[in-house]
Nanobody, 125 residues
Framework: QAQLVESGGGLVQAGGSLRLSCAAS????????MGWFRQAPGKEREFVGW????????YYADSVKGRFTISRDNAKNTVYLQMNSLKPEDTAVYYC??????????????????WGQGTQVTVSS
């Protein structure tokens, strides 16, 4: 079992930055891969980024590539999502998730085992 708590969301103007954090407990954090997803009103949850347990590998959605950076601190049991050059279309609830056994489908919600409760990000134009 794992518990995830996201924080760092808020209201920001277009072009601004936010850093989301996801604190994990209940499982050895360094043994699991982590992902970030987001869900806008009326839309399906979509992949944002993924990071391997050692930080050696990362993947990003095309829509955020070059603007968002995912990182982790295993000593603090925390994964981060640095979001720069934010756009109104980035407005969504952002979720972190645990990927215990990587099978290659990091872009699919089915890859993940546990989810946080989400944090709201709103980007005004």
């Amino acid at each position: 079992q794992a518990q995830l708590v996201e924080s760092g969301g808020g209201l920001v103007q277009a072009g601004g930055s936010l850093r989301l954090s996801c604190a994990a407990s209940g499982r050895t954090f360094s043994t699991v891969n982590m992902g970030w997803f987001r869900q806008a009103p009326g839309k399906e949850r979509e992949f944002v980024g993924w990071i391997s347990r050692s930080s050696a590998s990362t993947y990003y959605a095309d829509s955020v590539k070059g603007r968002f950076t995912i990182s982790r601190d295993n000593a603090k049991n925390t994964v981060y999502l640095q979001m720069n050059s934010l756009k109104p279309e980035d407005t969504a609830v952002y979720y972190c998730a645990v990927d215990i056994l990587y099978v290659g489908t990091y872009y699919s919600t089915k890859e993940y085992d546990y989810w946080g409760q989400g944090t709201q990000v709103t980007v005004s134009s």
